[in-house]
């Protein structure tokens, strides 16, 4: 399978200044992964809030200046490169955001938001312009007519159809779906997801879906990535992960997942204390101040990236 | 049967300038003695209200219009603003979704704790402030002499909604009314939260109405399921039957949007099932079933008129048209 996006040894440090700026630390959001996104695949990438899913998304997309590291779009790289030397390549990396009430300018119109998308498609006519916009609005789900309206006049699914028209205006091969459900009624969320597989089909495109929620991204990924306080812990097909995980986090997390049905009660495990904060990460292995499999080694040497065979890799020293 | 809390034909309407929202439209409701019943909807459904109501603390201009909430023998809403606040906070408690917003920042999580303790029991300052630390102790949070001390913004997000729940429970309350506990936690400290709510009030023999969209926590936590749709209840039953048996048209639908990872070797082909349209406005609900506009088996007659109570197996009920 052909490798789109390639991330080899991400970081992303976010200083934060201390009293009277006497010391500066950081908040290590990324702090060394390495990711390949194949060309048609969604990869689904899980954490709980601040272990930095969103945070790769934005730096894939360089909407964040990396700290260290490489990312590669087909081979090129575009770690350092100027915003200019970026444009080219912006129509082909869309995303679409969490929250489609305040992602979406509202002083601008559909058609506005939607054209904004376009503006380095160089090349493109007015009138080509305003045939893509309308034929875009109808493939999500939007009435043409309602191109002159203003966001606040659209429910929370439309706003999403909105968001998702303006991602994918510009036919792009790659988008972030940056938690594009998690402002949704469940009702409506299965409408959106059913859309996002459409539009994979038809425009052939890659996903990296960033979500909290284990239920959705098992059902919309080829693959997932399991990220815990800055470092990718797991990865592996999504069979695999579901039914073989193999990093006590993943186990936990997917136990700790409630299941709309009664037959199955499942063993859960219920880990103790709350997430470390990313100033001052633990030594060793991150997770083994709340892991239940903790051994002597964990709080010392920090766990190496393994496969483990068949495209499952994990880190932890239990492998 | 133990009934704590019967709430008939309640009806609260808010009074707008753009015209009424009938948020809560009829709603009845029973509660079991240390059961858990889980009241699910979509956002605007009048799940929050519902709750609301049962303590009369609905904003303005939101007016209770009709029904009779009944606590054990006593309708709540014949009952003075001096009565109805020897029962908030003492015999019916509430937890709220962001715990950031409901304890008050200027003061510290002891303070709160024991303001709560002095206002309805005769106990020194002392006393309460013992009781005070034994309860966050059986909320497991660490240290709860320092604790005490803290102000909430030095806790964690699941530390703090472990001490909203030890503030709701620390008069053994009847009644817990959860309003969406978990919704602003991670999924693993979701799990925490909920097992030491329920463990709690277990021991005190505590009802708990427990709001959510969530029907996967409904499905784990809750004996008895009410399902909201615009103001008004579609399908209601034991959670037994709701998840395996649910008959109505909507409940199904819900159900079945939802994917769940028995589904992970699905065929490519195969996709997630959608319910057609949106959420009708509370101004402007369908006449007849509210839910017809939407229903894949909706008839001539659901549009014109409401459709009454079926009976489907003890316990098990829903207003729908095909069953009639």
Redesign the interface.
């Known amino acids: 399978m052909e490798t789109l996006i390639k991330v080899e040894n991400l970081k992303k440090y976010f200083p934060v200044k201390g009293f009277l700026k006497l010391h500066r630390e950081s908040v290590r959001a990324v702090d060394g992964i390495e990711l390949d996104i194949y060309q048609g695949e969604t990869l689904g990438l899980v954490g709980?809030?601040g272990s930095g899913k969103s945070t790769i998304g934005r730096c894939i997309l360089r909407l964040l200046d990396p700290t260290e590291g490489q990312i590669r779009f087909r081979g090129q790289d575009i770690t350092r490169m100027s915003q200019k030397g970026l444009r080219p390549l912006r129509k082909k990396m869309q995303v679409i955001f969490q929250d489609p009430y305040s992602s979406l300018n509202p002083r601008m119109t559909v058609s506005e938001i939607i054209g904004d998308g376009l503006k380095w498609n160089i090349g493109m006519g007015p009138n080509e312009k305003r045939d893509r916009i309308l034929d875009t609005m109808r493939r999500v789900g939007l009435r043409p007519e309602q191109s002159n309206r203003y966001p606040h006049e659209f429910?929370g699914?439309?706003r999403q159809r909105i968001g998702i028209a303006r991602a994918i205006a510009p036919n792009p091969e790659f988008v972030v779906a940056d938690e594009p459900l998690s402002a949704l009624?469940?009702?409506?969320?299965?409408?959106v997801?059913?859309l996002l597989?459409e539009l994979k089909e038809e425009f052939r495109l890659s996903y990296l879906f960033i979500s909290?929620d284990?239920?959705?991204v098992?059902?919309?990924s080829d693959r997932i990535a399991v990220m815990y306080l800055g470092k990718i812990v797991e990865l592996a097909e999504?069979?695999e992960l579901?039914?073989n995980p193999k990093h006590p986090y993943t186990t936990?997390?997917l136990s700790?997942?409630?299941?709309?049905?009664?037959?199955k009660k499942r063993e859960?495990i219920?880990?103790?204390g709350?997430?470390p904060s990313p100033l001052h990460p633990p030594h060793g292995c991150r997770f083994h101040t709340r892991c239940f499999r903790s051994m002597e080694v964990c709080s010392q040497a920090d766990p190496s990236w393994k496969d483990i065979g068949g495209g499952h890799y994990t880190a932890c020293h239990l492998y | 049967m133990d009934i704590v809390l019967n709430i008939k034909d309640l009806k609260t309407f808010f009074f707008t300038r753009e015209g009424v929202a009938k948020a809560v439209n009829g709603v009845n409701l029973c509660l079991e003695r240390s059961k858990i019943l889980g009241l699910v909807g979509?956002?605007g459904c009048g799940k929050s209200v519902t709750a609301l109501s049962i303590l009369r603390i609905v904003p303005h201009p939101g007016k209770i219009v009709s029904g009779e909430i009944f606590l054990n023998d006593v309708d709540l809403l014949k009952l003075s603003m001096e009565e109805m606040r020897q029962i908030r906070g003492n015999r019916i408690s509430m937890i709220f979704q962001e715990p950031m917003v409901s304890l008050n920042p200027a003061f510290t999580i002891g303070n709160q704790l024991i303001e709560a303790l002095r206002v309805h029991r005769r106990v020194t300052k002392a006393e309460a402030r013992n009781l005070a630390i034994e309860m966050l102790r059986m909320v497991e949070i660490p240290a709860p002499e320092r604790r005490i001390k803290e102000f909430p913004h030095q806790l964690?997000?699941?530390?703090r909604q472990r001490a909203m729940i030890a503030e709701a429970l620390l008069l053994k309350p009847e009644i817990l009314i959860a309003d969406e506990p978990t919704t602003a936690l991670?999924?693993?400290?979701?799990?925490?939260v909920l097992?030491i709510m329920y463990r709690l009030t277990q021991e005190m023999k505590t009802a708990i109405i427990l709001i959510t969209?969530?029907?996967?926590?409904?499905?784990?936590?809750a004996q008895y399921v009410v399902v909201l749709y615009a103001s008004k209840v579609m399908e209601e039953g034991p959670?037994?039957a709701i998840?395996?048996n649910a008959k109505h048209p909507y409940t199904q639908?819900?159900?079945r949007?939802?994917?769940?990872?028995?589904?992970?070797?699905?065929q490519n082909s195969e996709?997630?099932?959608?319910?057609?349209g949106?959420?009708p406005s509370l101004y402007d609900v369908p006449r007849g079933c509210t839910f017809h506009p939407r229903c894949l088996s909706c008839k001539a007659i659901c549009s014109q008129e409401e459709p009454p109570w079926v009976t489907i197996s003890p316990g098990h009920r829903l207003a729908c048209w095909l069953f009639v």
Not at chain 1, 256 to 263: E, G, K, N, S, T
């Open positions: 709980e809030s429910s699914g439309q009624d469940v009702s409506i969320q299965a409408q997801v059913n597989e909290h284990l239920s959705v098992e059902y919309i999504k069979e579901y039914y936990s997390l700790a997942v409630p299941l709309p049905q009664i037959r859960r219920i880990l103790k709350d997430i | 979509e956002s964690s997000g699941g530390m991670d999924v693993t400290i979701q799990a925490q097992d969209h969530n029907l996967g926590l409904v499905a784990e936590w959670v037994e998840f395996e639908g819900l159900l949007s939802i994917p769940t990872p028995t589904q992970g070797r699905r996709k997630l099932h959608e319910i057609k949106v959420v």
